[in-house]
């Protein structure tokens, strides 16, 4: 049974830098994608960066040259490292799984099968 569970969220001050991980287990796919979603109060779910298993990656326009997203085949995990955050960054972050590659935009959200449960990510200005 596939599960994704993130970790790694916490508070930080406006500039500062997190880390997420994103530990997928249970599945032998060989194509995959695993994305990178956040909640922002009183807000929609929104798709922050996704990576596949090439390697290629695609972010959203509100996180390039802040956020990068990379992996660990060794040990099943995605990171999203999250650098100069602002308070506008605060928000429940989710982590999703597909046995696919990603779509072209990060904001397609219906093609995942598995999700995380959140991790909360607070700045505050």
């Known amino acids: 049974q596939v599960q994704v569970v993130e970790s790694g969220g916490g508070s930080v001050q406006a500039g500062g830098s997190l880390r997420l991980s994103c530990a997928v287990s249970?599945?032998?796919?060989?194509?995959?994608?695993v994305g990178w979603f956040r909640q922002r109060p009183g807000k929609e779910r929104e798709g922050v960066a996704t990576?596949?298993?090439?390697?290629?990656?695609s972010y959203a326009d509100s996180v390039k040259g802040r956020f990068t997203i990379s992996k660990d085949n060794a040990k099943n995990t995605v990171f999203l490292q999250m650098d100069s955050l602002k308070a506008e960054d605060t928000g429940v972050y989710y982590c999703?799984?597909?046995?696919?590659?990603?779509?072209?935009?990060?904001?397609?959200?219906?093609?995942?099968?598995?999700w995380g449960q959140g991790t909360q990510v607070t700045v505050s200005s």
């Open positions: 999703a799984a597909d046995y696919s590659y990603c779509a072209l935009s990060v904001r397609t959200q219906s093609q995942y099968n598995f």
């Open positions: 249970g599945f032998t796919w060989s194509t995959y994608c």
């Open positions: 990576i596949d298993s090439d390697g290629s990656t």
